[in-house]
């Protein structure tokens, strides 16, 4: 079983709809990061929370921590075709340990 | 953000032949590389992790001898495939970070092929 559980494996939206991304494990997430993937490419960083309760936003792209820190959402605001990629969380599931552990990943595609 | 590279980012081997894989960190030096493997529509899996000077933590299930890690300075570790097989194609990726509470920064991975 997937110690980091995302929801949906993928989705398709309206180019302008808003989105929602989500990542959940049993476990406590010591540190949670959202990366963006291009199939065949490497990972981009979009942002790391460590904190219960803890959102950051960066441009139309927002993620939250919740406060028993086991679920994270990634929630992206009026959809443009550049947002289209893979999106994986991953999470410190031992603290201090830096070994990430990395969900199933969403493929986002974005309609015109 | 930090940048690091991948070195090839394509390769074609035969089996029986190894093959090794560059990871630099380019603009910063990294107390700590992580390589990782991507098999298509998969999501990445922890390989290895390499400190400067020391030898790599192995995951459970990669074999050491297989997957040779060396971590020679601070801006630079390589894996090294040996005796490649087919079922040794993926996608390998390795990542670099400042220190424990700074973020992995990934690089854009390398696709190696064993006919």
């Known amino acids: 079983s997937q110690e980091l559980e995302q929801s949906p494996q993928s989705l398709i939206v309206q180019e302008g709809k808003n989105l929602t991304i989500n990542c959940t494990s049993s476990?406590?997430?010591?540190?949670l990061y959202w990366y963006k993937q291009k199939y065949g490419e490497g990972l981009i960083f979009l942002m790391m929370?460590?904190?219960?309760?803890e959102e950051k936003s960066h441009e139309k792209i927002t993620a939250k921590l919740d406060e028993k820190k086991q679920q994270s959402s990634l929630h992206i605001t009026a959809s443009q075709p550049s947002h289209a990629g893979i999106y994986l969380c991953?999470?410190?599931?031992?603290?201090?340990?830096?070994?990430?552990?990395f969900g199933q990943g969403t493929r986002l595609t974005i309609n015109p | 953000g930090a940048v690091v590279s991948q070195h090839p980012s394509r390769v074609i081997c035969k089996s029986g032949t190894s093959v090794k894989i560059e990871c630099r960190s380019l603009d910063f030096q990294a107390t700590t590389m992580f390589w990782y493997r991507q098999f298509p529509k998969q999501s990445l899996m922890l390989m290895a992790t390499s400190n400067e000077g020391s030898k790599a933590t192995y995951e459970q299930g990669v074999e050491k001898d297989k997957f040779l890690i060396n971590h020679a300075s601070l801006t630079l570790s390589t894996l090294t495939v040996t005796s490649a097989h087919p079922e040794d194609s993926s996608f390998y990726i390795c990542?670099?970070?400042?220190?424990?509470?700074?973020?992995?920064?990934f690089g854009p991975g390398t696709r190696l092929t064993v006919t």
């Open positions: 929370l460590q904190k219960g309760g």
């Open positions: 476990k406590t997430l010591y540190g």
């Open positions: 990542s670099a970070n400042r220190g424990p509470t700074y973020e992995q920064y």
């Open positions: 991953g999470a410190d599931l031992i603290q201090g340990a830096q070994k990430l552990v």
